[in-house]
């Protein structure tokens, strides 16, 4: 894996647990607002649908990244 990989995987790993999860007491912000839309989304505003896409994109590009970095081992 190149170094380059490796530093956005690291990168992303670390927005994914700090800006993806927080708030983090009672429970993580991101795991609400799924528990929320799992439930029907009733009462969800705009802003809610924009702080669970704020919380969620880390996890996105966590999740590319580590596509990324698993075709790069398979080219090898």
């Not at 795991?31 to 924009?50: E, L, N, P, Y």
């Amino acid at each position: 894996m190149q170094s380059k990989t490796k530093s956005q995987l690291l990168t992303w790993f670390l927005v994914s647990l700090t800006l993806g999860l927080a708030p983090f007491h009672p429970e993580p912000h991101i795991v609400g607002k799924i528990r929320w839309v799992a439930g029907g989304a009733i009462g969800m505003t705009g802003m809610d649908w924009f702080d669970l896409v704020f919380h969620g994109f880390p996890w996105v590009f966590l999740a590319y990244w580590l596509v990324k970095a698993g075709l790069e081992i398979v080219k090898k």
